[in-house]
């Protein structure tokens, strides 16, 4: 990937130092990976209906095309469309999981927090450098 080319684009001031994408994403993605797990776990077990699980499996497609839209096509406008899926999916996942699982609702809201900023991080970094 080239991130010498993400280096290079114009940023808000309110861009974090790169370093902390690593970090927030390691504390995240452990927690993603144990939520999704049960709620795929729940509905393969038929203990919640199989629909349920759609965004789950929507939000995870669309969070791992991000890296690879935007470091590998350097595309900022289709990386924005993404992002706007993942918070959207998520949104959605986190809705109907709330009737049948509080602690995976509430065990995703640091994740739902930062991926809100991340998307008004991109469609700023999007914007800006718009040509």
Wanted: hydrophobic share 60%.
């Amino acid at each position: 990937m080239t991130y010498g080319w993400y280096q290079k684009l114009i940023k808000p001031a309110f861009a974090p130092p790169a370093y902390l994408f690593g970090i927030v994403w390691s504390i995240l993605y452990p927690i993603i990976l144990a939520t999704f797990a049960y709620v795929f776990y729940l509905a393969f077990n038929r203990t919640i209906p199989m629909i349920v699980a759609l965004p789950f499996a929507l939000n995870l497609l669309f969070n791992l095309a991000f890296s690879p839209i935007q470091f590998s096509l350097q595309n900022n406008l289709l990386a924005s469309i993404d992002i706007v899926l993942v918070v959207a999916t998520l949104a959605w996942a986190l809705y109907w999981i709330y009737p049948y699982s509080k602690f995976v609702f509430y065990a995703n809201l640091p994740y739902l927090f930062w991926v809100m900023f991340a998307t008004v991080l991109q469609l700023s970094i999007t914007y800006l450098n718009w040509r």
